[in-house]
């Protein structure tokens, strides 16, 4: 199979994983290649290595405003959003969790496994547009509630829930609260400081960092119990011998994230703007889905009305423009997205509906190749 480069393709899938920043593989570099020593190892060949991790901590901690000690390496954000449940159920011994009926898989799969375990769990609902109502949440909120988790932003919609007025809330019913802010950064600001969020969790490749790493944010003083056990790593929290390249290039991600905050939330939002406008003028019976203003500036969900999206992504495959139905994890299946399902739209638009979401690395010539090849590929789509 001939493989295909960045430059073969218009990628405007960034919700799924991002390209790799060349910052950051350049900082991972060295420790993929010389400095391989066991940060654990007592020698300097190794202490450099865990200089360079706890250098990654302090940049992580920098963009959501927290203490390095706070901060603990995973391998992904799956894990980090089971971890937080995980250890809330353990030290509480509650068993309850509430959490939001358009999570990801990564917090949804775990919950209905946990029902199955004798759990109960509450889904929340969301109103037709994907924004969550307090009111739900306080109703929830049951004497053996051991956690709220919500996620931050919908990775298919892009919406956004009201995090830290529903951290605030579980705080003053002193029930722990998990928020999955795997597809925030460097695009909204996520700063813990002063809220009630005892858990966050973010993931390397949604900012620009490799696969395979991840972040729990443990507020102080918040009982932990890990969820991978084994060596002392990670202060006891997480064991496994570190992922150092993959840390040392998520810490430079998060700093750029934090740096380029403004920059590419605008530049994003921009281009989404213009492909959601040309869309909804150029192709008929098109709608968006999802809460206009209250959502990620680089994300657009759009329903095309008595087509299939499924042959739309495949049209725009053939053009070399990725784009996605539904969260990356669902695509091939043919249920239709729960997030859309719950936000009450017909089978028909659920099935329908295609995302696109943009980076620091998208541009306005994608956008314009973009909008000329799809009335046509959905014009296919619907015949
Ligand atoms: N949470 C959200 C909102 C996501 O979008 C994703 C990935 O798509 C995850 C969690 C899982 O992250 P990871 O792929 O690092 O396990």
């Known amino acids: 199979m001939m493989l295909l480069e960045d430059k073969d393709i218009i990628y405007l899938d960034n919700n799924a994983t991002t390209r790799i920043a060349p910052e950051v593989f350049e900082a991972m570099t060295p420790y993929l290649r010389d400095y391989y020593g066991n940060p654990s190892s007592s020698y300097s060949f190794g202490k450099q290595v865990h200089t360079a991790v706890e250098r990654a901590r302090e940049q992580v901690a920098a963009l959501i405003s927290c203490e390095p000690k706070e901060i603990f390496f995973t391998s992904c954000g799956t894990e980090s959003d089971n971890a937080a449940i995980n250890a809330a159920l353990q030290v509480t011994g509650h068993k309850h969790v509430i959490t939001s009926g358009v999570e990801h898989s990564a917090v949804k799969n775990h919950g209905e496994y946990l029902e199955r375990l004798g759990y109960a769990v509450t889904y929340l609902p969301v109103s037709s547009d994907g924004t969550l109502q307090l009111k739900e949440l306080e109703n929830a909120i049951r004497p053996d509630t051991a956690i709220v988790s919500l996620m931050w932003a919908n990775n298919e919609t892009g919406v956004l829930f009201p995090i830290r007025e529903a951290a605030e809330i579980c705080q003053s019913k002193k029930i722990l609260f998990h928020t999955d802010a795997v597809q925030c950064p460097g695009k909204i ?159 028909d638009k659920a099935f329908g509906s295609v995302r696109f979401s943009f980076s620091r690395y998208s541009d306005e010539a994608q956008v314009a190749t973009t909008l000329e090849a799809l009335p046509k590929v959905v014009e296919q789509s619907r015949s």
């Open 189 to 347: 600001d996520i700063s813990v400081k002063d809220s009630g969020i005892n858990f966050l969790s973010l993931s390397g490749h949604k900012l620009h960092a490799p696969k395979g790493v991840g972040v729990l944010y443990v507020k102080r003083r918040t009982k932990f119990i890990p969820y991978v056990m084994g060596g002392h790593q990670e202060k006891g929290k997480r064991g496994g011998t570190e992922n150092v390249a993959s840390i040392v290039g998520l810490g430079k991600a998060a700093e750029l994230a934090l740096a380029k905050l403004q920059e590419e939330a605008s530049h994003t939002r921009t281009l989404r703007n213009q492909l959601e406008t040309g869309i909804l003028e150029k192709v008929a019976e098109t709608s968006v889905n999802g809460h206009p203003e209250s959502r990620l500036p680089n994300t657009t969900n759009i329903s095309f009305h008595r087509a299939s999206a499924e042959k739309i992504l495949v049209g725009l495959n053939e053009k070399g423009i990725c784009a996605s139905a539904g969260s990356a994890c669902t695509t091939g299946s043919m249920e239709p997205s729960h997030v859309l399902t719950n936000m009450g739209l017909s089978q």
